[in-house]
């Protein structure tokens, strides 16, 4: 009786468990499946490929480009990564390797803490203390709005995650790798260079991967800073660098500026817009786990 | 059981995709009344339709927004009592729709603002086409210092936005300049214009302070008597419309807004009454 009872315990928390694993599979399949149903009168009537190759998005003549806007995201992300990489790998290699341990516990607690201050209040920290200096570099058409304010705040945004992943990944470089270059003669700082972070590489990639995926997914901050202006981002003088004053509209700004008033197949091109933010983070976030698992090999 | 997971899986979203459809409100069941339109309006209507339910605690009220067209659309075709419009109804619409009553409970001034720091304090109306246009790029264009002007805008499908493009630019649907910072609400441009050095925006006279400078149009001030006397030029009407003439409710409560205490919440809510 004892057993039947201790039998039947383990079952239903086994099943339970498995239903609540299965609810969010169910979640992201509806997700996908119902943006990918409201988008399809789009891609029926516009088609995918002139959508991703015109650069003119004015609903209300009827044209639908999202060229600019995945210009927008991709500079932006770009932008992120030239500023947050070094920072977050940087600051990895101390977490794992050089920080003594009272430190670690302090640095790391205010990364982490850096990961949960909401969207919003990173674009208002970048409306009023960011946009006013920017604005001051002297180039004819700066408003100070635009890619740079926009790579900046993700790249502190970005900068929990990578540091997150890439310690992990330092961390998990075994010990034997260390002692031998050590043992060699190697210092601590050539042993981190050519031992230790050569061995981390996939775990790094990964990471930085993932903090790209975050990138160009963010929405709300970049709604308050990018300008959401309906161009192609390109320099503004013959320095190729000006690029970044550039104002510019990212994927996500665009479904969340136009949603509230947008009808019919204004609409339905905006959940395009979901289903091509959805595929790009996906195809994102899969090479990372690719590149995670291979690292486990 | 991979084969059951996957069965589950499309059954269950199959089901929700089925649900999601949305479902048509009963027109005109006497003790309900349905709102929707134009979001310009929905706020002032909200308003509106809470003070007299206070009264008429019988009558539920519900507003919701979709757009002005939608809010002609939905009237015309009855599946909403009370559809809205922030801006006038179009001859093609009341050609195709002929049944459809317009009432006119408000009227909306759309001021045209700047840094309070900008040294113009007046525009032509062509002279803000042309900055919205791309045309002018310059404040010494129109009489002020030697600074690039920066345009603020609305995103398409804004009632604001269609209504500034047919009253200034003489086109609902025209091109804004595409450097144009486009922010998504009233607040957002009126932010946006009171933190950036020489810029220029359009935003609802309900929002109007002293964070922006509004700027006269062919000489007339933005004030709402100017608006009321028909010489501020940049002015919509806030418009109900039913498909052929209200009765119940639906009369009672378009009776109430036109009346002299409607009206005067209208005026308390910072837009010009009608009457």
Known sequence: ????????????????????????????????????????????????????????????????????????????????????VPLALAGAIFLA??????????????????????????????????????????????TGFGILAASIVLAVMILPTITNIAEDAIRAVPREYKEGSLALGATHWQTIMGVTLPAARSGIVAAVILGVGRAVGETMAMIMVIGNSIVLPRPLNSNPLTLFLSQARTLTGNIAVEISYATGLHEDALFATGVVLFVLIMIINSSANLLIRERRR | MRYVLVSILLSASMLLAACGSPATPAPGAGSEITVAGSTSVQPLAEVLAEAYMGAHPEIR?????????????????????????????????????????VFTIARDGIAIVVHPDVAVDGLAKDQVKGIYEGSITTWSEVGGPDAAIVVVGREEGSGTRGAFGSLIMDDEEFAMVGTAILQPSNGAVRTTVSTTPDSIGFISFGYLDESVKAVAIDGVEATAENALGGEYPVVRPFNMLTNGEPAGAVKDWLDFILSEDGQAIIADEGYIAAQ
């Open chain 1, 97 to 142: 390797e050089v920080a003594p341990v009272w430190m670690r516990g302090i640095v790391r607690s205010s990364v982490e803490l850096l990961a949960g201050i909401p969207s919003v209040v990173y674009g208002l920290f970048g409306m009023v203390v960011l946009l006013p200096v920017i604005r001051k570099i002297p180039v004819a058409g700066n």
């Open chain 2, 61 to 101: 009220i519900t507003v919701q927004g979709g757009g002005s067209s939608v809010g002609v659309k939905s009237a015309a075709e009855g599946t909403v009592d009370i559809g809205t419009a922030s801006r006038t109804v179009k001859d093609e619409e009341l050609g195709e729709f002929p049944d459809l009553q």
């Open chain 1, 1 to 84: 009786m004892d057993m039947r009872r201790r039998y039947l315990v383990d079952r239903s928390v086994r099943y339970l468990l498995f239903f609540s694993a299965l609810i969010s599979l169910f979640i992201v399949f509806m997700i996908g499946l119902f943006t990918l149903r409201e988008a399809w009168p789009a891609f029926r009537e516009i088609g995918l490929l002139s959508m991703l190759t015109n650069s003119e998005w004015r609903p209300g003549r009827d044209q639908f480009g999202l060229l600019a806007m995945i210009a927008g995201s991709v500079w932006a992300a770009i932008g992120s990564m030239i500023l947050g």
